[in-house]
């Protein structure tokens, strides 16, 4: 099957270079199915995240809503996550509990992980979608994403997929903009699956088909543009403009665009005219406070990190301690998924030096504590709890009683993630479960509804953990009936349904899944893992097969494809989905000794020997390798090599059936049966035994032992 982008009848996708936007469009329309074409300026100061992709979903969804329905339903979350106001062409999507109450309650925020997930459902949508509405004869849907160079970083994530999945014979995809500006995911994906043109250029455009337009003409232009403009005389005469008369322009334009402005715009055009205005630390700060609150909500990790950035600088640290705090905060939490880590710790440590109140050092602790344990690598527990400690204890100051508790039971919280890591399980739970007994007995049932939550989900994991199954199974149902949209609760209820083995219980809930959230590839996976033991060989491999087309790179997924055409005896696809992940990681050494195991099943002894050599060169001690380069050597007539390597593997893992019976079948084939017949009987005494074969093995060792 050809791959994405590379279909053998029709063009390749096409990136668009030049300095000035005029000439990209003019090179686009040359496109010979430029009448099918949709155009989005991608410019993250128009809309913020998402600026473009909300042009393209408003310009095909009333179509898609009117033919095909199902198909807009399937992905209505993952359409509507990032640009909400969609649902007055589509209607309202389901709502997870985390987006109901107030911002200050907010104790569960998303991040880069979950937007490439919605990215992913949206490109879904897309492809299918280009399928449906492009019969025989006709030409592709084509979308052109212009100034791409300067879209937010969700956005250039978003065409990197859209162009790596999709098939240009249905859906091609233009990508335009300036040479630099590109994340390295695009970048690499362009050079991959789409051809390269240079926009030629050509005289300059004016408005309105004006021969020249005076300097505060050119400037109002550049200023109404939103910043976005690339006329080389609007640019300058701004630059040259003086300076009162450029910040009126910009409140002016804020004002018009603060009358029913979309999410986007309040992450975007109207926080760049604040920030430019005559009031940037007042209204400016405001602006930016509120473009944080929503990319926060949302999840946007970059733009989370870019607003947060600069409302620090707009903001005065002393006069408004509180805002400065958050923009702070904020911005290192976003840090995180974008895996910038020393820069996170750099901001927290910034607060730390700043200010003296016990809330900054709280928050800060509290931050730097969550890195050491759960992502710096290695981990450090001890100093994760030593931070935290910090954060408990100056909970503890607070002087409204209210806050205190609030505080100290979030803290605690914290705390016991830290002592679950360090393995004192018990402790973690008995933390948790008299933060729940401290909130229940002060607040109302309708406050801190979402944090109450995490804490119930926190307890339910623990007590999983434990192993008292049936308490975890009861409190994910329980969590399950107060947030029904928050679909980890299913997965964890299904890994329960697993232990216990009932895979009709967990794969109902794999599928309630499904349904009700984006695409995650471990969601997937898991299915797949769960639809493999119930014996669905097929719908295993569809699963494996989506979170591939999704993430190419998920080596743990290909891994099991790759296993599951083996075991199908389909020597042919295991070899491609092994060849696909070593071109990506070429010193992998799961990758490398599947391979070498392909090439043993197919009777390929010497290429089975290289590929294993391979992968015990990258890890000595991988034991699969050493088995399988084992039965490599057997098979070539290198008994005592066999032994050699079987050895080893037991001394890896321990006594194993399986491995002395071949050690013994070796040490057989070498002339020693009286080391043969010992492996034989040490593997009679231990559980899972092919006893069969071992005693047939046993008495051809004492029939030549009594011959001697």
């Known amino acids: ?362 928050i800060s602790s509290y931050g730097i504590a969550m890195l050491y344990t759960r992502f710096f690598s290695p981990r450090d527990h001890e100093t994760a709890l030593a931070w935290q400690n910090n954060a408990v204890a100056l909970a503890a100051l607070l002087p409204d009683p209210r806050e205190r508790t609030l505080r100290q039971v979030f803290n605690d919280n914290a705390l016991a993630l830290i002592e679950m890591h360090r393995g004192n399980l018990e402790r973690g739970l008995e933390l948790i479960q008299v933060g729940i007994e401290r909130l229940d007995g002060m607040l109302a049932p309708d406050e801190w509804v979402v944090h109450r939550s995490q804490l119930l989900y926190n307890r339910t994991r623990l007590l999983a953990a434990l192993g008292r199954l049936d308490e975890a199974y009861a409190g994910f149902t329980d969590l399950i009936e107060l947030d029904p949209y928050y679909t980890d609760y299913l997965s964890e209820r299904a890994k329960i349904s697993r232990k216990r083995g009932d895979f009709d219980a967990a794969l109902a809930d794999y599928e309630r899944a499904v349904a009700m959230s984006p695409p995650f590839p471990e969601l997937y996976y898991n299915r797949g893992t769960a639809r493999l033991e119930a014996g669905d060989v097929e719908g295993a491999l569809a699963d494996f097969t989506y979170v591939l087309e999704m993430e190419p790179d998920d080596m743990a997924t290909r891994m099991r494809r790759a296993e599951l055409f083996l075991d199908s005896g389909d020597l042919t696809a295991a070899e491609a989905d092994v060849t696909a992940g070593l071109e990506l990681r070429p010193a992998e050494p799961e990758l490398l000794c599947m391979r070498g195991t392909i090439a043993l099943d197919g009777g390929d002894l010497e290429q089975a020997g290289r590929w294993l050599d391979a992968a015990l060169a990258a890890t000595p001690d991988y034991p699969a390798a050493l088995v399988n380069r084992a039965v490599v050597h057997f098979e070539r007539g290198l008994p005592q090599a066999a032994v050699d390597d079987l050895t080893r593997v037991l001394g890896l893992i321990g006594d194993d059936p399986d491995v002395l019976l071949n050690r013994g079948l070796a040490h057989e084939a070498a002339g020693r049966p009286d080391l043969a017949l010992r492996d034989f009987e040490v593997a009679l005494g231990l559980p899972g035994a092919d006893a069969a074969e071992l005693r047939l093995g046993r008495d051809r060792c004492v029939e030549l032992l009594a011959g001697v």
Not at 17 to 44: N, S, T
Not at 149 to 155: L, R
Not at 258 to 267: C, E, F, N, Q
Not at 287 to 305: C, D, K
């Open 1 to 362: 099957m050809p791959a994405p982008g590379r279909h053998p009848s029709h063009p390749r996708h096409l990136r668009i270079v030049g300095d000035r936007r005029a000439d990209r469009l003019r090179r686009a329309a040359e496109e010979p199915e430029g009448e099918h074409a949709v155009v989005a300026l991608c410019d993250q100061r128009l809309r913020g995240p998402y600026t473009g992709v909300d042009t393209v979903l408003h310009a095909l969804l009333p179509d898609a809503h009117a033919r095909w329905p199902e198909l807009v339903d399937r992905h209505r979350v993952e359409l509507l996550y990032g640009i909400p106001e969609l649902a007055e062409l589509i209607g309202p999507g389901p709502q997870q509990l985390a987006f109901t109450g107030p911002f200050e309650e907010r104790t569960r925020f998303y991040g880069a992980q979950m937007i490439r997930c919605m990215n992913q459902g949206i490109v879904t949508f897309l492809t299918e979608y280009a399928r449906l509405t492009t019969g025989a004869g006709r030409a592709p849907l084509r979308l052109v994403f212009e100034d791409v160079h300067s879209a937010e970083a969700s956005t250039q994530e978003f065409v990197a997929l859209l162009v790596r999945r999709s098939d240009p014979g249905t859906l091609r995809v233009v990508v335009s903009g300036a040479e630099d500006g590109l994340t390295a995911e695009l970048t690499e994906t362009l050079s991959r699956f789409a051809d390269t043109a240079r926009a030629r250029p050509g005289e300059a455009d004016h408005p309105d088909g004006r021969a020249a337009r005076g300097p505060e003409e050119l400037v109002e232009a550049y200023v109404f543009a939103d910043g976005t403009g690339d006329d080389p005389a609007e640019l300058a005469a701004y630059e040259a403009a003086d300076a009162e008369f450029v910040r009126e322009l910009h409140d002016r334009r804020a004002d018009e665009l603060a009358v029913d402005a979309s999410l986007g715009t309040r992450m975007g055009a109207i926080p760049y005219h604040r920030e430019r205005g005559a009031d940037p630390g007042g209204r400016g700060r405001e602006a930016l406070t509120e473009a944080l609150r929503i990319s926060a909500e949302i999840g946007f990790s970059a733009t989370t990190v870019d607003i947060g950035l600069r409302g620090r600088a707009v903001t005065d640290p002393a006069a408004h301690p509180a805002d400065f705090r958050r923009f702070t905060a904020l911005a290192a939490n976003a840090l995180v998924p974008l895996h910038r880590l020393d820069e996170s710790l750099a901001l927290y440590m910034d607060l730390r030096r700043r200010y003296t109140d016990p809330n900054a050092h709280m």
